[in-house]
């Protein structure tokens, strides 16, 4: 085996127990840079999402099923670089039958469903300020979940990552300076905080399931298996967007939106495949770092981008540049070099174990 394999370690008490890495063929200088792209990756195509889902919002668009359908609808973008990657490895479609591949697709797109429609409700019903503090739980949920579902080791440098996250979530929350709901939608309000809280819980559940899948069930060694994870969960979960946005009866009112976006109809169909793509890339980001690292380092990442979105709207919507924020943000960055410093630890420690095996 080449010396610069990558490979995972995992402590259990005094054990320093070696788990094979789910890319066996890749050097721990390119699992670094696949980590780095997709860090990458998911940063900035989440907060340009989050900010065209603001715009939609802003300039008059209010369907909540088409929210939540450009969450997940761009998949077939993705089939382009399916084809240019070598297909999943063969093993892994020996072990796992085409029953069990639909079933975690199946319960995967589901679960990714229900949260994008609960995210969306979210996003309608709160200031963006309450909807960030209630999403900062997912972070503490995601590591319950890890604990338990994926065996992950809370060492006190992930401990203190995940805590610095969270604080700085609820900084920017504090600071943020958008409305907040009228007193006549206290319900809307409550039905909000409740929607988000609830989003926050399966998209944790949702991020650990999905590692448990990649480790136990399907242990695929090739990235094709990513985009695999992303194309089919996304085709299940676009299914449950149409279908709500029939059953619903939205879609009879879109010609109506679109004819009074305020900046043209032109800008509106832009708005909405900008917003598709923009989730697909974030997505693939997310669920590439489940694949390589973890869920919990992919839900840290993802709650990274929630804190640097509002430098974007800075720029873009002309926010301002608060003292909290910059705090907020340094805060953030030193809890994402914690978890950063961690994997190097890991990486070390199997470099270690390797010559002590080799000799
Ligand atoms: N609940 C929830 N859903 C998401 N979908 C994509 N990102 C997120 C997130 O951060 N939270």
Redesign the pocket.
């Known amino acids: 085996m080449d010396e610069e394999e990558t490979m995972l370690v995992k402590e259990e008490g005094e054990e320093t127990i070696i788990v094979l890495p789910q890319l066996l063929k890749l050097k721990r200088s390119q699992w670094w840079i696949l980590v780095f792209i997709s860090i990458f990756f998911l940063i900035s195509a989440?907060a340009v999402a989050v900010l065209l889902g603001r715009f939609y919002y802003d300039k008059g668009g209010n369907s909540k099923w088409i929210s939540t359908l450009v969450?997940t609808g761009g998949f077939p973008i993705l089939y382009l670089p399916l084809c240019l990657l070598p297909p999943s490895s063969s093993s892994s479609s020996c072990l796992s039958s085409l029953k069990t591949l639909v079933c975690i697709y199946v319960s995967l797109g589901l679960a990714i469903g229900l949260?994008?429609l609960l995210?969306s409700l979210g996003l309608l019903y709160l200031s963006a300020s309450t909807y960030s503090l209630i999403?900062a739980t997912?972070l503490a949920f995601n590591a319950v979940f890890s604990y338990y579902i994926n065996s992950q080791k809370i060492t006190f440098l992930i401990l203190i990552s995940v805590l610095l996250l969270s604080f700085s979530a609820v900084l920017i929350s504090l600071d943020d300076d958008s409305d907040t709901p009228s007193g006549d939608s206290k319900l809307k309000y409550l039905l909000g905080c409740l929607c988000t809280l609830v989003?926050?819980l399966i998209?944790s559940l949702q991020l650990s399931l999905m590692q448990y899948s990649f480790e136990k069930v399907l242990k695929s060694e090739t990235l094709s298996m990513v985009l695999e994870m992303q194309i089919y969960t996304s085709l299940v979960a676009s299914c449950v967007s149409v279908i709500g946005l029939f059953a619903s009866g939205e879609w009879k009112l879109l010609s109506v939106e679109m004819k009074e976006f305020h900046e043209g109809q032109v800008s509106y169909v832009l708005t909405l495949v900008g917003t598709a793509v923009s989730w697909q890339f974030g997505s693939v980001g997310a669920v590439a770092l489940i694949f390589l690292v973890s869920s919990l380092f992919s839900n840290l990442i993802?709650t990274l981008s929630?804190i640097v979105t509002p430098l974007a709207a800075i720029a873009v919507f002309h926010d301002k540049l608060t003292e909290v924020k910059m705090v907020a943000m340094t805060i953030a960055f030193l809890g994402f070099a914690f978890y950063i410093y961690q994997n190097y630890l890991d990486d070390l420690k199997v470099q270690s174990a390797r010559e002590t095996q080799d000799d």
């Open positions: 989440q969450q949260d994008n995210y999403s997912q989003a926050s998209y993802g929630l």
